[in-house]
């Protein structure tokens, strides 16, 4: 980030994470999280989804991954895709239902090695908005993608973090770069 950009600091229950926000490539998504941010909505909430090399998941104030809201009456906005934001690791993302296979097809082997290279996921790009990006803490964002899940009946994972090993967040905080506590 630059100075005066735009950040969002995470407070969680394993760690402060620090993402700087895009709101000129994604302003509705910026504008939802940064209001919905500022009206507390996400203090408290749980991580819902932990699955390593996919995806650490929040975001919705029932815990299920299924309740999310908007600062519109919970009205959905459309898809804001940038060719030059991508769904590189710690990527900070709204998403939307893709709609059909979204397995990675259609990529060269060039594209699939760069995204290898930083961690990622190439096929969500045109499907979910990128809309910021974590500079510091990864290494939290890595202990929440690592934790135990449950696993249901049959023995498959559900993702969902286990009792002992939830993961809150606790506030977000909006501000701008470098943000508090920078020397």
């Given at each position: 980030p630059?100075?005066?950009d735009t950040i969002a600091i995470f407070?969680?229950?394993?760690?402060?994470?620090?993402?700087?926000?895009?709101?000129d490539a994604a302003p509705m998504a910026v504008y939802n999280f940064v209001g919905l941010a500022r009206s507390g909505y996400y203090d408290n909430t749980i991580i819902w989804r932990s699955e390593y090399g996919f995806a650490v998941q929040g975001g919705d104030a029932t815990g299920t991954g299924t309740g999310g809201s908007t600062i519109w009456s919970n009205n959905p906005y459309p898809l804001e895709a940038d060719a030059n934001l991508k769904h590189y690791a710690g990527a900070l993302c709204a998403a939307?239902?893709?709609?059909?296979?979204?397995?990675?097809?259609?990529?060269?082997?060039?594209?699939?090695?760069?995204?290898?290279?930083?961690?990622?996921?190439p096929y969500l790009d045109n499907t979910d908005t990128v809309f910021g990006q974590v500079y510091?803490?990864?290494?939290?964002?890595?202990?929440?993608?690592?934790?135990?899940?449950?696993k249901?009946?049959?023995?498959?994972?559900?993702f969902r973090p286990t009792e002992e090993t939830a993961i809150t967040i606790n506030s977000v905080t909006i501000t701008t770069y470098p943000g508090p506590g920078a020397d």
């Open positions: 630059s100075d005066g407070d969680t229950s394993l760690g402060e994470v620090r993402a700087v926000l895009y709101p939307f239902a893709a709609g059909g296979d979204v397995t990675g097809n259609g990529y060269t082997d060039a594209q699939v090695a760069a995204y290898a290279a930083v961690g990622g996921l510091q803490g990864m290494d939290v964002v890595d202990a929440m993608a690592c934790v135990d899940t449950v249901d009946e049959d023995g498959n994972d559900t």
